[in-house]
């Protein structure tokens, strides 16, 4: 099988998790197998080439430290992979070499050259079995940077940790963003049970590093390490980078060693995911070759990449008149933290359009973004099938609790229309949500990111 379309290509990685069907798969623990990846690994020799990797893992900020972390080590001189999820534009984004996601014409290659081994695992699998299409994605990913010669690769988790594909890779780090009560169904209905699966990315030997945590998290990720004979540290609140200020080209921070630095990132929860993102880069450059930890150059190509960083959709300002901004916020805190980031910068009337999956507490979302907003639009994905919203009664009950001007709208589309006719061209539209929904905005802009 030739692979040369997108379409062809992407309905073959999703076919045997589509086969399955809509059919309910229960807790992470008990659906979910990556058995499939490791045999095609073993089968296709993928895990030969010797590199360092890093995994991370989170509830939020995930995404923006793999491209922070990804960013510093190849101011740092390795050519670097990145594998993330969810993509924004194209499905290629999710494979990236020093900033330059996976060509065309290698992504549609190197997916034929698997496919006869990925058919094989495949035509084994019964009942509610499936091939992960993310363990597609990884295979994909590990051929290419073999074939480019990549020293260092940072790996994002999709979900939870323990029964994620990304896991397969032997990684010597673990990096954790906060970790909060999220997909319940998926991975349990308490903080620990979370951590559990996300603590599930630590190897033996290796070292893993957090950023604060409430307690009852970090003593999760102190048991796994133990176990795993790794080396586990917390940074401590008084450690996380310091916000100065924002500036037109992103936030000024104080961090340490480093002295004031640019992050070309505006939201000020970056400064977290930038403070564990640096203490990762330190971690893995020293085992590769290169500027002397503690030399003038190893500080100033560690500034130069905060200066450098290209993550899109978050805190992301789309549009003036009215002023468009699209953060993916599906937590209380996130929306807070989006909120105060762009103190200062938001007029009246200010509309938000909030999109939280079920899975998330929705009406508490609700509730941050109504304590400050004109009005709110409530609205869900069209492009992906696997985030689920709440019902649009369900959604408005629990929204008109906090804030009577409250809509619904099933499309982004017919959202922005709404909250256009609200702010006229001197207010600001929020577009608070999950990321499939910050992805349709970027497409409905016309944005692309071929290099980041």
Not at 35 to 52: M, N, Q, S
Not at 180 to 195: C, D, K, S
Not at 200 to 217: D, R, T
Not at 347 to 369: E, K, M, Q
Request: hydrophobic share 40%; glycine share 10%.
């Amino acid at each position: 099988m030739r692979f040369t379309n997108e379409e062809d290509a992407i309905t073959y990685i999703f076919r045997s998790m589509r086969r399955i069907g809509g059919q309910p798969r229960g807790p992470d623990d008990i659906s979910r197998s990556i058995a499939p990846t490791v045999k095609l690994v073993a089968l296709e020799r993928l895990l030969d080439h010797p590199r360092e990797y890093a995994i991370i893992t989170g509830s939020k900020g995930k995404g923006s430290t793999a491209a922070i972390l990804s960013k510093l080590l190849q101011h740092l001189g390795h050519k670097v992979g990145m594998i993330s999820s969810p993509h924004m534009v194209d499905w290629r984004e999710r494979i990236r070499i020093n900033g330059r996601m996976i060509p065309e014409a290698d992504f549609y290659r190197i997916l034929s050259d698997l496919a006869p081994s990925i058919d094989e695992i495949d035509s084994n699998m019964t009942g509610m079995q499936y091939f992960s299409p993310q363990g597609i994605f990884l295979g994909i990913a590990l051929r290419w940077w073999d074939e480019q010669g990549v020293e260092a690769a940072v790996c994002e988790v999709g979900r939870g940790g323990r029964f994620d594909d990304i896991t397969v890779v032997p990684n010597k780090l673990s990096l954790f963003t906060p970790i909060l009560l999220e997909h319940v169904q998926q991975l349990g209905p308490t903080l620990e049970r979370i951590a559990w699966h996300k603590a599930g990315v630590i190897k033996p030997g290796g070292y893993a590093y957090s950023v604060p945590q409430a307690p009852s998290v970090l003593d999760v990720l102190q048991t796994e390490a133990d176990s795993e004979g790794t080396e586990f540290a917390w940074i401590a609140p008084g450690d996380i980078g310091e916000y100065l200020e924002t500036t037109p080209r992103g936030i000024k921070m104080r961090l340490g060693r480093y002295g004031e630095c640019l992050l070309s990132l505006y939201g000020r929860y970056q400064v977290e995911n930038a403070t564990l993102a640096v203490q990762g880069a330190g971690n893995m450059h020293a085992r590769l070759s290169g500027m002397a930890h503690q030399s003038p150059q190893y500080a100033a190509a560690i500034r130069a990449g905060l200066a450098d960083v290209t993550w899109p959709g978050r805190l992301q300002k789309l549009a003036e008149h009215p002023a468009i901004y699209v953060d993916g916020a599906t937590t209380t805190i996130a929306a807070r933290l989006m909120l105060e980031s762009l103190h200062g910068a938001l007029t009246h009337p200010l509309v938000a359009i909030v999109g939280t999956p079920v899975d998330r507490d929705y009406p508490g979302v609700y509730r941050v973004f109504a304590e400050t907003c004109d009005g709110l639009i409530l609205t869900e994905n069209t492009i992906s099938p696997n985030v689920h919203f709440p019902a649009s009664e369900d959604a408005l009950a629990a929204a008109r609790q906090y804030h009577a001007d409250s809509q619904y709208a099933p499309t982004l589309a017919q959202a922005l229309e709404l909250a256009r006719a609200q702010t006229g061209t001197t207010g600001t539209i929020l577009i608070g949500a999950a990321l499939p929904i910050v992805a349709e905005a970027l497409q409905m802009w016309g944005l692309h990111y071929e290099i980041i």
